[in-house]
């Protein structure tokens, strides 16, 4: 079983509030991944990250901020909530380096409402 | 755009059959494809993956087509069993192993006892 966690599970919220969703793992891997996922839907890629002072916006448009000052923590923050964050926030992490399949893990998610 | 995108929402089987689920891609420059496995609540799970110069895969009852001609991949699942059900997703990705994948939309399968 995959070494990443995501905290808090779930988190319920009014809008306006500044929030933080914490991802950290312990695999060493170098990329790390943010995706934002509907119920049912597909994953959408929001961030990630090649290593350390690293971050990139991904695909789908967000209005929150990653940062990347430790291999194994990737944390996402919304600097002011709205009832559109409303979703489920999936981290990931893959090894990377040339050669190495792109598998990526998986935390379990955090599904975030904003009231 | 470019994206990846599964035949049917929903498939229901009968325990004991097999299963199959399809997925099409329209970047003909995808070269590396993974199926995962999401159950309720938790994060995708890596079931199998294939790289462009295959067209077959096995796995523990689990068997990957791709299908370049047309674009096709799909995901065999051998004598299905309830802990199978999920929903299953195809991601692609370019630039091999190392390249940011784009996740389909997923299939729900149902498996009746």
């Known amino acids: 079983e995959a070494d990443i966690y995501q905290t808090p599970r779930y988190l319920v919220i009014g809008t306006g509030k500044k929030i933080t969703l914490e991802c950290s793992q312990t695999?060493?891997?170098?990329?790390m991944y943010w995706y934002q996922q509907d119920p049912g839907m597909e994953l959408h890629l929001i961030h990630y990250?090649?290593?350390?002072?690293?971050?990139e916006k991904g695909d789908l448009s967000s209005e929150s901020t990653v940062s990347r000052i430790r291999t194994e923590h990737f944390p996402l923050t919304l600097e002011s909530a709205r009832p559109s964050h409303t979703s489920q926030y999936l981290c990931?992490?893959?090894?990377?380096?040339?050669?190495?399949?792109?598998?990526?893990?998986f935390g379990p998610g955090t599904r975030l409402t904003v009231l | 755009g470019e994206s990846v995108g599964l035949h049917l929402p929903t498939l229901s089987v009968q325990e004991g059959d097999n299963s199959i689920i399809n997925c099409a891609y329209s970047?003909?420059?995808?070269?590396?494809f993974i199926w995962y496995k999401q159950e309720s609540g938790k994060g995708p799970q890596f079931i199998i993956d294939?790289?462009?110069?295959?067209d077959k895969r096995q796995g523990q009852r689990v068997t990957v087509l791709l299908n370049k001609t047309v674009k096709h991949l799909s995901l065999q699942i051998a004598a299905t069993q309830p802990g199978d059900s999920a929903v299953y997703f195809c991601?692609?990705?370019?630039?091999?192993?190392?390249?940011?994948?784009?996740f389909g939309k997923g299939t729900k399968l149902s498996v009746k006892p």
């Open positions: 990931a992490s893959v090894e990377g380096g040339r050669g190495r399949n792109n598998e990526q893990f």
């Open positions: 695999m060493g891997h170098d990329k």
């Open positions: 990250s090649y290593g350390v002072n690293s971050t």
């Open positions: 970047n003909s420059a995808s070269d590396y």
């Open positions: 294939i790289r462009s110069n295959m």
């Open positions: 991601a692609e990705t370019q630039g091999g192993s190392q390249g940011n994948l784009i």
